[in-house]
């Protein structure tokens, strides 16, 4: 079974510009969560989606935003780019039939805001 | 709002050792769920073992082992016969019960583990 798959592994932009991360889950998951990745700040909850519906949000400004598709892959979107958003942006799946919740992590997207 | 408190930045190990990494946490709830993620250098999150709060039982996963101490909310990991492969960073994490509705983790700040041939 594949795992959790991300694209793009990595990419530069500049202040201003705009961004999507596409997530693509293990198949039969159907709940996705996104998380950021710093040095400073270690890693922070962005957004959890279950059957296309935020289910959960973190304490992150409205420039970040996502969604879930009726396939569960989502996609996180981050507009008006800081400096301050470069980071390894994590994306986790889990299937939803067990109540420990382990995610399943893919290797990341690597954001460099110049 | 929970916190996960990990107070060893770095630590090394020599191959074969036994390592203990430190995790503290904050919660007022009684149904949780813990966690130790490993994240080595080609940065995809593993999990190494769980805990869930209303076992009492230490959970234990070939070389590696919880000392959880519910009182005193702390919850150590133990590597035995340490190995070149599991040098990486290690992340205690802290999920709610399941009527808590979501998935959501609270990471420390990671403990990077070296382990000296």
């Known amino acids: 079974k594949a795992g959790v798959t991300q694209t793009p592994r990595y990419l530069i932009k500049t202040r201003g510009q705009q961004v999507t991360l596409s997530c693509s889950p293990i198949?039969?998951?159907?709940?996705v969560s996104w998380y950021q990745q710093t040095p400073g700040q270690g890693l922070q909850f962005l957004f959890e989606y279950f059957s296309e519906t935020q289910r959960n949000k973190g304490n992150f400004p409205g420039r970040f935003s996502g969604r879930q598709f009726s396939n569960s892959r989502s996609e996180m979107n981050v507009s008006t780019l800081e400096l301050g958003d470069s980071a390894l942006y994590l994306c986790?799946?889990?299937?939803?039939?067990?109540?420990?919740?382990?995610?399943?992590f893919g290797e990341g997207s690597r954001l460099t805001v110049l | 709002a929970q916190t996960v408190t990990q107070s060893q930045p770095e630590m090394s190990v020599q191959e074969a050792e036994t390592v203990t990494l430190s995790c503290t946490y904050d919660?007022?709830?009684?149904?949780?769920?813990l966690f130790w993620y490993k994240q080595p250098p080609s940065r995809q999150m593993i999990l190494v073992i769980r805990q869930e709060a209303y076992k009492q039982q230490n959970a234990t996963e070939n070389r590696f082992s919880v000392n959880f101490q519910k009182a005193a909310k702390s919850f150590s990991l133990k590597i035995s016969d340490s190995q070149l492969g599991d040098a990486a960073m290690y992340f205690c994490a802290y999920r709610e019960g399941s009527g808590a509705g979501s998935y959501q983790l609270t990471f420390g700040k990671g403990t990077k583990l070296s382990v000296i041939p």
């Open positions: 919660t007022s709830e009684s149904d949780y769920y």
């Open positions: 986790a799946s889990t299937p939803q039939l067990t109540n420990t919740g382990e995610l399943f």
């Open positions: 198949s039969g998951h159907r709940s």
